[in-house]
Structures are given as structure tokens and as C-alpha cells.
């Protein structure tokens, strides 16, 4: 879902749960639907793919942020992640979501739809970021 100026919560969750959709996950079983807000009310989704390689595999985050950078968006001001249990960001997803966004709202949705606000900044404490010009 992209292009649409569409900046409610709930609009991003949904985003989110259409993108669990697509899954790849035949290793985990885990299924991940993302969402992200850009600060111009584009919302840009993905989900995790998995690979045998497990260091290869794609994390539903990640793929929706790049989505977003591939198409020349930077500044985010939301992210939804979508899980059976409202499982939270991997460590990894934590510092990609960090270095991409800054301190943004994380919404954390189960199943049921139940949703968890947290800030970035304290899903990753003492985070790291280089600053590059």
C-alpha cells in the first residue's frame, strides 16, 4: 500500500495486517506484517521472508522501511508491527528502526488486536548511531 495520504492509527495497523498476508515463513511459522508512516501520510508495509540461511532472511521492519527508503522517503513518524502474540522488534529491527527513524512510536498489535505504544528510544537503550554527513 503505498501513495495514500493516510495518517490514523488504524489505517497503519491494517496496513500492517494485509502485508502479515504475504509471509514466507515456512522455517519459523512466525508470521510479521509491518507498517510505516512517512511524515507526508505515505504508508509503505512489508513482512518477513525467511531463507534457509537464516542470516538471509528478511524481517517484515526492515522490509517495510526499505520499501520506504528504496522510494526516496526519510522522515517516519510510525511504525506498526502486527504478530499472533504482539511480539516486539528484534534486536536487529530495533537499531535499523533506530538509525532510519530516530525516536518514533512503535505501535505492537497481537492477534485480537490489542496495541502496545512504546518509543523506539526505550525499545533500544543507549543506541547507537554514526553520525554521517
Known sequence: MTGK???KQDALIKAAQEARKHVYAPFSKYRVGAAVLTSTGEIFSGCNVENSS??????????????????GYSK????AVVTDDGGYPCGACRQVIWELCGDIEVLVV?????VKKERSAKLLPHAFKLNVT
Not at 537464516?54 to 522510494?71: D, F, M
Not at 497481537?110 to 490489542?114: A, E, I, L, N
Open 54 to 71: 537464516y542470516r538471509l532472511t528478511n524481517c517484515a521492519e526492515v522490509t517495510a522501511l526499505t520499501k520506504a527508503v528504496s522510494e
Open 110 to 114: 497481537d492477534k485480537k488486536g490489542r
Open 5 to 7: 495520504k493516510i495518517v
Open 76 to 79: 517516519f513518524v510510525k511504525l
